[in-house]
């Protein structure tokens, strides 16, 4: 694992549904590179899928707010 995988954890942790085509531009790299990396990522068992976060219902009368 070099720096680029390093940042492209990153980027994917802070948002896994970010495109490929958005992922290679800020790495400064090709879509088939971001690609291949994530594939292999995935083969080595570093990333092994996204959580789906759902936000429970929410009583009418009152407000709530979600922070990370």
Same mark, same amino acid.
């Given at each position: 694992?070099? +720096?680029?995988? @390093? %940042?492209?954890?990153a980027?994917? /942790? %802070? !948002?896994? /549904?970010? =495109?490929v085509?958005t992922l290679? %531009?800020k790495?400064g #790299? +090709? /879509?088939?590179t #971001? +690609?291949? /990396? $994530?594939r292999k990522? &995935? !083969? &080595?068992?570093? @990333? #092994?899928?996204?959580?789906? @976060?759902l936000? =429970? =219902?929410? =009583?009418l !009368?009152r $407000?709530?707010?979600?922070?990370r």
């Amino acid at each position: 694992m070099d +720096s680029t995988d @390093l %940042q492209l954890i990153a980027l994917l /942790r %802070q !948002d896994a /549904r970010t =495109p490929v085509a958005t992922l290679a %531009q800020k790495l400064g #790299v +090709s /879509r088939g590179t #971001v +690609s291949n /990396r $994530i594939r292999k990522l &995935e !083969d &080595e068992g570093v @990333l #092994v899928g996204c959580p789906v @976060l759902l936000r =429970p =219902p929410a =009583p009418l !009368d009152r $407000i709530t707010a979600w922070t990370r």
